[in-house]
């Protein structure tokens, strides 16, 4: 490991708005942290690709993320964490995590019938992440997935409280309610925003798990264990930056949404060339 | 122009599969022509995406269709047709040809209360081009334009005869409906496969428009004039080929329901090193 700034900022990224979810949840629980976003808008989706194409595209942004001196890397998309973090953890000289982890381990802590639900994109659920890793901290647990390939363009039409989300959620989710599961995790970053409909159809009984949260209690963990908490002494201007790889209005639209304050700026790049 | 080889096969790209339904045209109505294809499945869908972006991926899928030496060039894709095209075709030493031109003057055509709708990705719509072109062929044509985000989703999830599809699509041809237009132009490759919902929701007096079939035909008299028609003496080996550049799974599966032949194999490219 190189020698780390503790006034660096935090490296964020995500196929593209979704993350914004996660960022939030270190906005709140480390807000002396400075963070630097990254949205992949020109290739979002991730979902739908393959592993070989996420990684390359993940590669990519720790390139461009390592040019803006970040001291930490968070991983906020669950298809790229579950497709590519163990690749990325390998070459990076900076500490690197991802939000598929720090899921699983609130899922185990929650279920006390070992039998936990995961919803996600199609690539994270066939890549069986979610599942190997509770599996490898409690075996007894049984694990239950389910993509949701409709979630993602139902949140980004804007149709979170809609009788044509209802429906579509009723039949993704019609399975797992006939699997006794008491935990549910929530194994994309948009899909959080639609958790009053989903709570709804599975009932008070079954606990939803958003990783976001508990990502970044364990980058609070990782920057403490290494002497890299900032310690909030510098900090003259606004904290958060934003780029993105395709035209950022509509990121904006989406970002004031789910951000407790307006953004007004977002830097363009072309990730191509990282 | 530089010296074209007739022999030479003809280059079709897309976002995705959603352009095999224009090649599909082209092997109908020019059997004689080799085609390769490139579906650009790691970085679908253009619809959502800026002008810039659309542009800079065109771009490197023209300069990767001209390395395999095709004589002339189909943008099967309405939004790179409709953001794109104007641009490919000032630096194009080949023909090139898109989905829109065709498409408007099959409209223009076919609308007798000179009141013709279009449906197609938010790119496709905010830039339109579909207006524009029938506009200036006859500028008494009112021209009526609505997204349908979620159709390329609900068509890729498979769900073509479905009552969430059919609730989604009533939603969006609502306003259609109110415009008393007898002409609705399928603006999207993917729309055609929803060919049936579409038609019972507009009524039989409204004529639905595929670009597709015009789009060959279009094809086909430029090569007439061009001399450039394949004679057809050389063909040794199957005439097609086609490449994407993510993982080609899901690519063979959607292509082999769309064209009168199985599609056992496909060529990956990293289409970012064009």
């Given at each position: 490991?190189?020698?780390?700034?503790?006034?660096?900022?935090?490296?964020?990224?995500?196929?593209?708005?979704?993350?914004l979810t996660v960022a939030r949840e270190i906005m709140r629980n480390l807000p002396m942290e400075k963070i630097i976003y990254f949205g992949d808008t020109a290739r979002v989706p991730y979902g739908s690709k393959s592993r070989d194409t996420v990684i390359r595209y993940s590669r990519q942004i720790v390139r461009f993320l390592r040019e803006q001196q970040v001291k930490a890397i968070v991983v906020a998309c669950n298809t790229a964490s579950a497709l590519a973090l163990s690749t990325l953890e390998k070459e990076s000289d900076?500490?690197?995590?991802?939000?598929?982890?720090?899921?699983?381990?609130?899922?185990?802590?929650?279920?006390?019938?070992?039998?936990?639900?995961?919803?996600?994109?199609?690539?994270?659920?066939?890549?069986?992440?979610?599942?190997?890793?509770?599996?490898?901290?409690?075996?007894?647990?049984t694990v239950v997935g389910r993509p949701c390939p409709l979630f993602v363009p139902l949140v980004e039409e804007g149709w979170l409280?809609?009788?044509?989300?209802?429906?579509?959620?009723?039949?993704?989710?019609?399975?797992?309610?006939?699997?006794?599961?008491?935990?549910?995790?929530?194994?994309?970053?948009h899909y959080p925003l639609l958790r009053s409909l989903i709570g709804e159809i599975m009932g008070e009984r079954v606990?939803?798990?958003?990783?976001?949260?508990?990502?970044?209690?364990?980058?609070?963990r990782l920057l403490e264990a290494g002497g890299m908490m900032n310690p909030g002494t510098a900090r003259s201007e606004f904290p958060y930056r934003f780029f993105v790889s395709d035209a950022a209005e509509k990121f904006k639209h989406f970002a004031n949404?789910?951000?407790?304050?307006d953004v007004n700026m977002t830097e363009q790049i072309n990730i191509e060339e990282y």
């Open positions: 490991m190189t020698k780390i700034d503790p006034n660096a900022p935090i490296g964020v990224f995500d196929s593209g708005v979704g993350g900076i500490p690197i995590i991802g939000v598929v982890k720090p899921g699983a381990r609130v899922a185990i802590e929650t279920t006390k019938k070992k039998r936990v639900g995961v919803i996600a994109t199609e690539a994270t659920i066939n890549s069986h992440l979610y599942r190997e890793l509770i599996r490898q901290m409690d075996p007894e647990i409280h809609d009788s044509v989300t209802e429906t579509v959620a009723r039949r993704y989710l019609k399975d797992l309610q006939d699997q006794d599961i008491d935990t549910l995790i929530l194994g994309c970053t606990t939803l798990v958003n990783p976001a949260y508990e990502t970044s209690l364990a980058l609070k949404s789910i951000l407790p304050f």
